[in-house]
């Protein structure tokens, strides 16, 4: 009986070890995360920025388009403007694609990391004798007068164990 105890006690040390990994591997996770957010953060900041000073300089250049004298056609300034707002958009856009790569590529190493993790909590189980699976084996094998170490040879359990299903049951 008090072996029992004992083995439950290593259990659920053992339980609580894993449990305190798992909530220092998600703190570190969520740090590294919240960096990667707070550089996306930056990247967009920088973008807006940018984007703020070509939409002043786009002001400046239809006003001085407005002010010089008519040598080009009203199409032919729609088609310069257009080429110009072109190429200053078009890094925005790369940049975005990137971040957007980078996002899903985060997204999916997280939703790998936790299907590990998840297969890796699965796998943990509960000795069967705890259950009381054996429980019945045990006591039809005692009644039939086999040693309490063959019952424990048998099952793969501990003597300690049978004993305790024993007595439990007031059988012996």
Do not use: C
Request: charged share 30%.
């Amino acid at each position: 009986m008090e072996n029992f105890s004992f083995n439950i006690e290593y259990i659920v040390i053992a339980m609580a070890a894993i449990i305190l990994y798992l909530l220092y591997y998600v703190y570190s996770k969520d740090s590294d995360y919240s960096r990667n957010i707070r550089s996306v953060a930056s990247v967009v900041e920088d973008l807006n920025r940018e984007l703020f000073y070509l939409k002043r300089e786009l002001k400046e250049t239809e006003s001085l388009i407005k002010k010089a004298p008519q040598r080009m056609s009203d199409d032919e300034v729609y088609q310069e403007i257009e080429r110009s707002v072109y190429d200053m958009v078009q890094p925005l856009a790369l940049s975005i694609k990137q971040l957007q790569h980078n996002i899903e590529s985060i997204e999916n190493e997280i939703e790998s990391r936790i299907s590990h993790l998840e297969s890796g909590v699965k796998q943990i189980t509960i000795p069967s004798s705890i259950h009381g699976n054996d429980d019945e084996k045990i006591i039809s094998l005692f009644k039939q007068g086999v040693s309490i170490e063959t019952i424990s040879k048998e099952l793969h359990i501990s003597k300690p164990e049978v004993e305790f299903v024993l007595k439990i049951n007031k059988i012996k």
